[in-house]
């Protein structure tokens, strides 16, 4: 029988009695360990799984520096994956990472990308930079409350750079990364590469760099998909070199990060919907204004729900 997913678990998926209900058995398994991580309790809601697991309080990882966690990778058919991942209830999503030998593995991970994390890098173009909001946008008042949350721990680096494509980001992020020793990397760009004619085979190839990046760092990553634009403004707009903006090509972007996401369990931020139609949130069309900015970090905080609102 082929078992080709190997899967990290340091809570009920090492319970004999939830192997047997799930796999219909003990499922080939070793000792690992996760570095970066902690764990802290979740209360769970669902009958179904309290039955099976016999408890409603159950484990997740949260990021710490310096903190491990051990449990075992379970060896597990396709048919075993499918009945871990239904099994999982909401607060979790399978993701990919690195453990302590190195190997990679799936593992449920906190289905809020940003609740669980203490150290963030975001990188990107200038709406990620906060152009044309002196506060820094919406990730400088992220990182504001991120660090006031927890000032001794948390750590926020915003490396974005105005004018920058995806092609830039991936190219220049696996150099910024080893000193920020990051346990999150946020992606915001694209738009730009839209503007250039890239087509979604070369935003999926970059992002397939950046993900392979991520994970050397031990960093979860998560993409941020493209804003509503006024394309009857975007001319105004400066730093631009040019390019000419429209939605559709925007709403490509933003489809292809969807399918790539979804096809690589991977973290998506759908940035769309907070400033559809809100042409008074633009200062030019492209770059929101500092109520725009606020506008979407309200909406970042509520996907989130992150405990550093």
Request: proline share 5%.
């Amino acid at each position: 029988m082929s078992r080709p997913h190997a899967l990290f678990s340091f809570g009920t998926l090492l319970d004999e009695q939830v192997q047997k209900t799930l796999f219909g058995g003990p499922v080939p398994s070793a000792f690992a360990a996760l570095a970066g991580h902690t764990t802290r309790p979740i209360v769970i809601t669902d009958p179904e799984v309290i039955a099976t697991s016999g408890l409603d309080v159950h484990l997740t990882l949260e990021r710490r520096l310096g903190a491990e966690v051990e449990g075992a990778v379970l060896r597990l058919t396709d048919e075993d994956l499918a009945a871990a991942d239904a099994y999982e209830v909401d607060d979790y999503v399978r993701r990919r990472v690195r453990l302590s030998s190195g190997e990679q593995a799936w593992a449920y991970l906190d289905a809020r990308p940003l609740r669980p994390a203490a150290r963030i890098v975001v990188v990107g173009d200038s709406i990620a930079y906060g152009r044309c909001d002196p506060a820094g946008g919406w990730t400088g008042r992220l990182a504001a409350a991120h660090i006031a949350a927890d000032e001794a721990d948390h750590r926020f680096f915003n490396l974005a750079v105005p004018g920058a494509t995806l092609a830039d980001v991936a190219e220049q992020t696996p150099a910024l990364l080893a000193a920020r020793r990051p346990d999150t990397l946020v992606v915001a760009a694209g738009i730009n590469d839209s503007a250039l004619g890239a087509r979604p085979a070369d935003l999926a190839a970059r992002l397939d760099a950046l993900a392979a990046t991520a994970l050397a760092h031990d960093a979860r990553l998560v993409v941020v998909g493209p804003l509503w634009l006024d394309e009857t403004r975007t001319e105004d707009a400066e730093d631009t070199g040019g390019l000419r903006f429209t939605r559709v090509q925007a709403l490509e972007v933003r489809e292809a990060y969807r399918a790539w996401c979804a096809a690589h369990h991977v973290d998506l931020l759908d940035l769309w919907a907070p400033l559809e139609g809100r042409a008074d949130l633009f200062a030019d069309g492209l770059h929101p204004t500092a109520e725009g900015h606020e506008e979407i970090h309200r909406y970042v905080v509520a996907l989130s729900k992150c405990t550093t609102h």
